[in-house]
């Protein structure tokens, strides 16, 4: 397989215009956006919400002045199981079901639902998991979403989508709005850095290649570690000489073997980057694909199995060295082993 | 919105119809599960006539549409009680009878726990407490549409223990769906004893009454009184209905009869014909499971 | 099975006591959450007379000694709202002051949300209905061991909507748990908006008798009305209680009143100082967090 | 590290005696008699089920003729969620509580509670996962707990211990009842082939290696797979000359990274064999030990991220090739790529 691109093939944004803050998003405010676009172009397109319509912005569906699109929003409470099983049936009866709440209780409060009324009958419901990871900030553990990765990826049918920033958001809901089965879309809460632009290309079950490197390093990420991760790489390219590789998994499963195994076929080691436990999660996918391909040797950066602290989002990935510094850091640690 | 008629529910099923047909299920059922050497007898057989009732005279169904969007559904969120579900499908004609032979066999269709993929399921179930929810999304999903199909849900009087039941059962209040049914088969068991003495459910009525049901209660294994309970529940507009259908597990076996025992296990050769005497009577049944089951035993086979 | 007295419950605290107290704590709740930048005043101001009532008048509990196994116990199933607990429990010195300056931050001890390792704290709560069980668990093992240690769970209403806490509801009653008693702060709100809009809870009363609960009402901002529920809970035996505290969401503070946006939003210094002097009214009240945030804030601080 | 054992020191049964067909044993039964003898001797120890006792075997504290045993026994229903917060409170209250369901129902319907109630306050509820795997047999894919593993790896300072066989259990129970923090024990539904005696060493977080080899291939597994993987090693040292060693990854959490490294230093490739979905689980974490430590490539086998169908338990082994020929066959498979 050839390398199917480059940071220009890419048409990413500049990490100067990503840092700028005006330019941040948060995935919600994109998703609510897409999902009422979505939902005036499709009739069989529903949204349901577990008393977090505000937060995850499901509420655009709820709130919509055109009553043929605002009466196909459904609160259920504060009762995720019940969530999920009201969204498949609306799914067996042929609607397209949009299924909210936080990633942590989506995921976690609603797993055997997930199971078997959704995953089991493979029914095309859409889980918006918004919330991923520990930039959910000062709610603290109880809110993090750090094993949803993992305990998705064990399901039979599931396709489970990392949203790289606020801006790809859209680009995924459309793609995915006729997916033949279950899809999982893992969002941050808080606005942050977009490297995606329009032109930047989205297709589920790829992983794509955003920063062409050199021989010693390749650094997969997924979601919103990527700009740090991307920033991370720069730092490594002028301080340590290394130029690493940046892989986005954007869809981490179905994995896109192909591609992690060929670019790890060029360098030397790995890093896994991301929000979420180093246990079970894209270091787990990873590692599983290159075993299986082209054994490469890996660092994990992601929480070391912990279930953290509270604080500011940005404290947090700087607490937890999940930031670009953090990254540089543990990739120094990890290269001088 | 409706087109075509149904072939179900069908007139020519009047009590006496119903009544063979019943004791032909519970046979069906019963020669299944032998087969199978596993599975749930005493379930099964508490919901025979709920479900006969069901899917002979009020269900609006097609076995040769089984995907027919303004068709009818039902949930058995009970799931472990299919072996009666699939002996009604099969009866019907959804799948060769032959099926019914291969339950839980590996190549078989018949899974053990009701699945999408079986022509005429409309839902995955076995993990319980979870049916209700999905009534309700087929519900919502059909007063969106200015549907009026109907969806019903049958659960286990143990599996009302799951807290997802409470969850759904406040969606179907909450949105007037009464074009939701949920049954209860109060057949008073669950696999560990008694449900009063596991985990005590009475006052049941007044639950479901405080979650918003219309409740009506009957005889569970009486056809009219079924048929009372069915048309007050589809009669009832503003909310939902729950009709807590009192039986008794393992009915039509005086040995499975009240037995917590008989909850998940699969009768002899010897219990088998007993049963099977006891249910038929002197009236001659036969339908092609009985033949190949009660065939092979009679020829000392497997 | 009583060897030490409890420094808590503590008969200085009248009525007039708890009124200047309950002044205090609302306004260190506020000034946490200010300090914070996020986190919950609404369910946390509905929740301010309930907690005191209990945290000085009835609860066992010394905090000079946190882990005494012979301690009532208190679980605050809506964990959202700890800002107040904290607030409660630092005053009575589980933990130092100052550390209500640093809710929610890095390096801090209080956590977004409460967690065992905090002192004074009973069990990690935040993800919604899980509280009731825990309850259970505790209130079993003090039925094993002898031991006459009441537990109290606060729930917020929106919670209700958690099955969890009917299946807890169901092991609470089935299991004749008296020494169990669940409170329900009844400010009417949830997140997206009034309960009876998003998913209806009444009859709630209904409900948790059905569910086996002997139940009580009382206005939940009275301390004596929460007194008069709280001493009938205690007395009365051989089920579990549920009192129904009717309660106002941001009450105290008349721009926060019965308003869901201030369920999770920090009020800005302007709305602070507003608070914080419709709270005080001519009383001088000044804890030492009320003198680090406000002193901050009057300093041109943050 | 020096490699701790060998078959021999192991002290395992021979393999024709494991495969008579009279010595084997179901894990419920040895499990139920050592929460027994455990409740006779800690008047601490509690039981609790949800409408499972006879299946699960907590039965033999509730029918125990002492009633200072007996009421030590709480059954909740069909609530899986209230049975671990139950559980948890019991534990909050000094209790070292055995909460007792279906492994698939246990992990996946109360994923959320065993996260907040149990691990984050670290408390010492031990979990008995029966039914763990296909051979459940024919109750079929809702009743399969093939993810399990995958779901409860990924949460902090859970302890994940797979049973061997019927023997082991009461070793485990005995090694684990004091245990600081939470311990899931995943056990097989039907009766199957011993291979531990009792002087067989378990610890808690060791893996032993049961077959030394040489230096073509490592077969990792566990719980009741090493039967299946240990009669395969033979079948492929004796047929194809290869000399597997097999390694028990007895404890899944936390992982014995050493004895996992130190072996796979000595052979040129290795094999995960688990009765589970080869992501997330066994796969998953020596993948990412050996990444992280002694890269080596390693074939997966296991159920292969489907739902699979009802049938009985040795056709189920057989059919999804997890039985001693299937493992064989797809080692093979394997070798050849
Ligand atoms: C979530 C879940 N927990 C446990 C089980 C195991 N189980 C199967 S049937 C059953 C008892 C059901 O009792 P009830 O609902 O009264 O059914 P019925 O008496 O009609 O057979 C249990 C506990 C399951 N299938 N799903
Ligand atoms: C399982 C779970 N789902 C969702 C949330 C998010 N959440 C936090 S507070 C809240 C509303 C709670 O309303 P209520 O119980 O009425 O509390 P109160 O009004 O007293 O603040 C929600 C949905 C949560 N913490 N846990
Ligand atoms: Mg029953
Ligand atoms: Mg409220």
């Given at each position: ?27 919600k ?52 199981q ?49 919330y ?14 750090i ?22 958001v859209?680009k ?23 490297v995606t ?25 997924t979601?919103h ?15 340590d ?16 073997v ?43 950066i992601g ?33 001088s082993? | ?29 019963l ?16 919901s025979?006539?709920i ?9 609006r169904?097609d076995p040769?549409?089984?995907e ?20 009604i ?14 339950l ?16 005429g399921i ?27 199909l ?12 799951e ?33 009063e ?10 639950k479901?009454?405080?979650?918003g ?12 009184d ?18 807590i ?44 499971c ?8 009679k020829?000392?086979?497997?």
């Amino acid at each position: 397989m050839a390398l199917n691109s480059t940071v220009k093939e890419m048409r990413l944004l500049s990490l100067t215009d990503a840092a700028n803050r005006e330019n941040w998003q948060a995935c919600k405010v994109t998703y609510g956006a897409a999902l009422l676009k979505l939902a005036t172009e499709r009739p069989e397109v529903v949204a349901l919400d577990a008393d977090l319509a505000n937060s995850t912005q499901s509420s655009r569906i709820r709130d919509a002045k055109d009553e043929s699109i605002s009466r196909r929003f459904f609160d259920v409470g504060i009762s995720e199981q019940d969530l999920v099983g009201t969204g498949a049936g609306l799914a067996l009866a042929g609607k397209i079901p949009y299924v909210n709440s936080f990633g942590v209780f989506l995921s976690g409060r609603a797993w055997g639902q997930i199971r078997v009324s959704v995953c089991y009958p493979n029914l095309p419901v859409r889980f918006g998991g918004s919330y991923g990871g520990i930039t959910v900030g000062p709610d603290g553990p109880t809110h993090f979403a750090i094993s949803d990765i993992a305990i998705l990826r064990s399901l039979p049918n599931m396709t489970l989508v990392s949203a790289t920033d606020g801006a790809q958001v859209p680009k995924i809901i459309e793609a995915t709005v006729d997916y033949p089965g279950p899809v999982y879309i893992r969002m941050g809460r808080v606005p942050l850095p977009v490297v995606t632009t329009a032109e930047t290309p989205f297709e589920t079950g790829r992983a794509y290649v955003y920063r062409k490197g050199g021989g010693e390093l390749v650094l997969y990420t997924t979601g919103h570690s990527v700009y740090d991760t991307l920033e991370a790489a720069e730092i490594l390219a002028t301080e340590d000489g290394i130029d690493p590789w940046v892989v986005n998994v954007n869809t981490i499963k179905p994995l896109d073997v192909d591609t992690i195994a060929t670019v790890a076929k060029q360098v030397k080691r790995g890093c896994v980057v991301e929000e979420h436990n180093i246990y079970g999660g894209l270091g787990g996918a990873v590692a599983e694909a290159l075993a299986g391909s082209h054994p490469l040797p890996l660092g994990f950066i992601g929480i070391e199995d912990e279930f953290c602290e509270s604080g500011e989002p940005m404290e947090l990935l700087r607490e937890y060295k999940l930031d670009a510094p953090g990254i540089v850091e543990r990739v120094r640690g990890y290269l001088s082993k | 919105m409706k087109t075509k008629a149904f072939p179900y529910p069908a007139v020519k099923y009047d009590d006496a119809a119903l009544e063979k047909l019943a004791r032909r299920l519970r046979c069906d059922t019963l020669c299944m599960i032998h087969q199978a050497s596993s599975g749930h007898p005493g379930g099964s057989l508490s919901s025979v006539e709920i479900l006969s009732t069901l899917y002979y005279q009020y269900l609006r169904h097609d076995p040769a549409n089984p995907e027919r969007t303004d068709r009818d559904r039902f949930v058995l969120s009970k799931g472990h009680a299919c072996p009666i579900l699939y002996a009604i499908l099969a009866e019907q004609g959804y799948f060769p009878e032959e099926e019914l032979c291969h339950l839980r066999r590996v190549g078989g269709l018949l899974q053990g726990h009701p699945s999408l993929h079986i022509p005429g399921i409309d839902a995955s179930t076995g993990s319980l407490g979870q049916g209700l929810s999905l009534a309700n999304g087929v519900a919502l999903a059909a007063k969106l549409d200015g549907s009026d199909l109907h969806t019903w849900c049958l659960l286990g009087d143990g599996e009302l223990q799951e807290g997802q039941v409470w969850e759904a059962a406040m969606t179907s209040a909450h949105y007037k769906l009464d074009n939701v049914t949920a049954i209860v088969d109060r057949n008073g068991l669950q696999i560990d004893g008694k449900t009063e003495k596991v985990m005590a459910l009475e006052p049941l009525a007044e639950k479901w009454l405080s979650f918003g049901f219309h409740v009506i209660e009957c005889d569970g294994h009486s056809f009219s009184d079924l048929r009372r309970a069915y048309d007050e529940a589809l009669a009832t507009k503003g909310k939902p209905s729950c009709i807590i259908a009192n039986t008794h597990k393992g009915h039509g076996v005086s040995f499975m009869t009240d037995q917590a025992g008989w909850h998940g296990k699969s009768p002899s050769v010897e219990q088998l014909q007993a049963a099977v005497t006891e249910i038929c009577g002197d009236k001659k049944i036969e339908s092609s499971c009985m033949k190949t089951v009660l065939g092979e035993v009679k020829g000392g086979g497997r």
